[in-house]
């Protein structure tokens, strides 16, 4: 009698098979793949201005990133992921491929991406000034970015002595899980932006770093039926260097393309001195004028202080920044915080 092995010998084959494969690929993430990990904790007391309810002043807040990096067929391959506020969620991550000469595409959850990441270039020696004022929907204006950070595709290279930095995104600007895109339909729109980077001295300017950028937004299925709908985002710094202290000048506009919409035309600068190795203190202010359509402009103001000291992996740090006529609505809000943050 004829004893059948065929199938019991194939399934033995794809048990071993699969062990092999699973090895491998465990080999393979041990040794290609190197990760670190790094963090922060800032303890933090905070006052809110009169219009708005402070609760309990003090604070704090963890944050822990992770970092991986490996060679995958000839490319360096990297992975970031910072997760804040005790593990409650994924702040943000970022998935890239070094392809040398050719440089970098990544796809960008939240670590900052082309236009915004020159949004406000201005120096100082903690937050920025419009850090902590307004509301989730009432905030300070002038701050560009077309396609924002998040979910969006990122291309980085150097041409010569200029930095390209430009980021493309279909669909909502928000986190998106795998197989979940996100957003609502007004968001379905594209939008594409990009950054321009020097230092001053590549083009005869010694001690100054100077950039711009452009971008745009489709609005989606709320995009204007008017031709050219868009909205456009551009912005342009200058930071000078002299001795101990830098000065930055910026300016930047916001040209919605939506029929009846308000347009942002803003204006900042920044003055950051190191008084010495461990002490630095800044001011700046800031200008942003809402161009309304049917009704009289108006002009938010903002300013801000902040000082900091550093002693190793310690840093102590404080601003106050206030705003008038906030997001041009008419309101004001001030704030001020104390933080002591530990690296680590």
Known sequence: MKTITKGKNMNNFKKVGLSALAGSLAAISANAAEMTVSGASVLTYTTEGPTEVTGN??????????????????????YMQ??????????????????GDMGTI???????????????????????IWDGLGTATTYVGGRVGAAGSSGVFNYVNTFGDVSFNGAFRSGAGVNSADGASGGSPSDNGT??????TTDGANIGLDGFSVGAGYGEADGGDAKDTRPG???????????????????????????KGKAASTDQEATRWGLAVNVNENLSVSYGESSVTY??????????ETSGIAVAYTMGSMKIAGNRNESENIGGAGGSDSMMEIALSFAF
């Open 106 to 128: 990544a796809f960008d959850q939240g670590s900052g991406s082309g236009l915004a990441t020159i949004d406000d270039k201005t120096p100082t020696a903690a937050e920025e």
């Open 229 to 255: 709908g868009d909205d456009e985002h551009m912005t342009a710094f200058a930071n000078y260097s002299f001795g101990p202290a830098t000065f930055g000048y910026q300016v930047s506009n916001i040209d």
């Open 191 to 196: 939008a594409w932006d990009f950054a321009l």
């Open 82 to 99: 910072t997760t804040a506020d005790q593990f409650a969620g994924m702040s943000s991550a970022r998935l890239s491929v070094d392809m």
């Open 291 to 300: 161009a309304k359509p049917s009704a009289v402009h108006i002009d938010e």
């Open 57 to 78: 002043r003090f604070g704090m807040k963890t944050n822990i990133g992770f970092t991986a990096s490996g060679e995958v067929n000839g490319y360096t391959v990297s």
